[in-house]
């Protein structure tokens, strides 16, 4: 796929290309020394993680659903916009039903955000493409956008921590599902923090999920914190586990079992990840 599969360099940071189990491509970071996916499958980790396992699909399927609203942590390159919104249409093609999609995604690195697009060969059919996605400003925000009756697609750029604040205003109570995978807590600790999931939980519906790769029971106590309920998940390749982290103080699904769980969470001798410094 043209220029991505090859090295490439933006002024924020390079890149290198890594084929993963499932022969999906996916790119090792030079400044946060990680690869963006799972080496067992970088298409299919997602799917599992942000289609399946969070409710997505199923929801986007239900009769009810007219609309849904998506916030990604960490756009990369556009592995999960792309087979996100893929799976949709395709499901959609199924139903001969398309619910209308708004897709959040936030990204530090503009120039990779600019590659996503200008190199992009997916086919989002009937949704917006991401070719037609151009630069503008959203309460000072430089942003990437493009829609159409069906769609909105918006690239937030920048430190999130910097731009979360800025859109919440636009964006609060809106988001049904958090796709929350940015690049791990060891390296971009940052975005794993109670303050962090604070702003995140404001962003989402009452019945919004979060759904993220990580198990770490730091993560998930931030989680707790920060007014999430918590859900221990099936894990992806060779992880054992993963997090669904509910808005709603009494989630559909809860019970005493879960109950149980989150209380052992609460009394695990590990700390919350913090950050203090949260604009």
């Known amino acids: 796929k043209r220029g991505l599969l090859k090295k490439f360099s933006t002024i924020y940071s390079s890149y290198t290309p890594q084929?993963?189990?499932d022969n999906s491509l996916t790119y090792h970071s030079s400044r946060f020394d990680e690869a963006f996916h799972s080496s067992a499958g970088a298409k299919g980790e997602t799917l599992t993680y942000f289609v399946q396992q969070n409710g997505l699909r199923d929801k986007f399927l239900q009769e009810k659903t007219e609309k849904?609203?998506?916030?990604?942590?960490g756009l990369g390159l556009g592995m999960g916009v792309k087979t996100i919104i893929e799976e949709l249409a395709k499901a959609g093609e199924e139903k001969e039903r398309f619910p209308h999609l708004t897709y959040i995604s936030a990204e530090i690195d503009e120039g990779l955000v600019q590659k996503v697009i200008e190199e992009d060969e997916s086919n989002l059919s009937p949704y917006v493409s991401l070719r037609t996605l151009k630069k503008s400003t959203l309460n000072g925000v430089t942003v990437y956008r493009g829609e159409n009756e069906l769609s909105c697609i918006i690239f937030l750029v920048g430190d999130l921590r910097?731009?979360?604040p800025r859109v919440l205003p636009i964006f609060a109570g809106k988001v049904d599902f958090v796709i929350q995978d940015a690049f791990s807590w060891k390296k971009c600790p940052k975005l794993w923090t109670t303050q962090f999931f604070?702003?995140?939980?404001?962003l989402m519906k009452e019945d919004g999920v979060l759904s993220t790769y990580s198990a770490h029971t730091s993560v998930r106590k931030s989680l707790i914190e920060a007014k999430?309920?918590?859900?221990k998940a099936p894990g992806f390749g060779r992880k054992m586990a993963s997090t669904l982290a509910y808005a709603s103080s009494r989630?559909?699904?809860?019970?005493?079992?879960?109950?149980k769980f989150e209380e052992t969470l609460k009394k695990a001798n590990m700390e919350t990840f913090r950050?203090?410094?949260f604009s």
């Open 68 to 73: 849904l609203t998506l916030f990604e942590v």
């Open 162 to 164: 910097e731009v979360l």
């Open 19 to 21: 084929v993963t189990t």
């Open 198 to 202: 604070e702003e995140i939980h404001q």
């Open 251 to 259: 989630p559909s699904c809860w019970n005493e079992e879960l109950e």
């Open 275 to 277: 950050d203090e410094d």
């Open 228 to 231: 999430f309920r918590v859900v």
